[in-house]
């Protein structure tokens, strides 16, 4: 049993090279949700007290570890320092150096911090569960594509740290969206129909006034209302079934999935969580071995602008030939 559990496995990380740009577009959307925190949140903002926490950071038990704890009370610099690391991650710059240092402000923040959101404890566990693969990502900018390596041991090995790494990740994601599915159900809001109703019409969490004078009429139309309340818990459970379905099924829950955590974004306002998820759906439903082919657009990109530079040259010479 365990000579055919070997073949299995050894079959498994021969099929595709994990290390592609696929989970670095998703690690850069990750860091990118942070980063836009930290530009555009205070620190008077994200560290005030609140009920039965006067103190801040927060830096009980392991939570000392976090960024903010170590650095108060200068949290002002750590705010930027951790922009800058975000920064570098977002450029997809040697993975292998940025990973652990990624997953330290992700994880610092959400610790630290009074004010986050779903979104941010997210993106620091996608952040730490990609810890083991970026620190045998070898690769100066993860939109490369890898060097083709022979398949002794070694690379076997690190290929299957990597896609155990990758599995982990989908099984956190597909009980994600189980639970927040299966979670609905103990509110009778939400199974009655009539949940977003009452949460566009949110004070504070609703959709933004300019869109209501084409929401209302929607709103007061109880079957659009509970037939797009129950639409959101039918696409939520059809993403915890991403694990189950067959590849060719991927790119239909992907799309529902960004559709939904768009329409999130533009409703309520939740942009950076959205970007996150946006994030963990890429990990989730994007298969590894289809890439974005972004080294290609860095190449292209680049002979522009060599294209650029050598135009005024050339115009000089042919003015002065003139």
Known sequence: ?????GARARAWVDELDPFTDVYGVARSLVALSLLLTLV??????????AAGVDDVPVCMGVRAMGTFCLGAPHLELVRWLSVAVLAVVVSGWRPRYTGVLHAWVAFGFQANAMIVEGGDQIGSILALLLVPVTLFDDRKWVWQRRAPRALDERERGVRLVA?????????????????????????????????????????TFGAPAWMMPVLRPLLLNGVVVAMTTWGVLVVEYALSAGLLVHRRYLPVLLALGIGLH????????????????????????????RTFDLARVTALAARLRERVRFKPARLGRASLDA
């Open 1 to 5: 049993m365990l000579s055919a559990v």
């Open 40 to 49: 555009f949140s205070r620190t008077d903002v994200l560290f005030r007290p």
């Open 163 to 203: 896609r155990v790494c990758f599995a982990l990740v989908r099984l956190q994601v597909a009980g994600i969206y189980f639970h927040a599915a299966i979670a609905k159900f103990a509110v009778p809001e939400w199974t009655d129909g009539t949940v977003l109703y009452y949460w566009l019409n949110h004070g």
């Open 262 to 289: 768009a329409g999130i974004a533009l409703l309520h306002g939740l942009v950076t969580f959205a970007i996150t998820m946006f994030a963990a759906l890429i990990l989730y439903l994007r298969p590894l071995d």
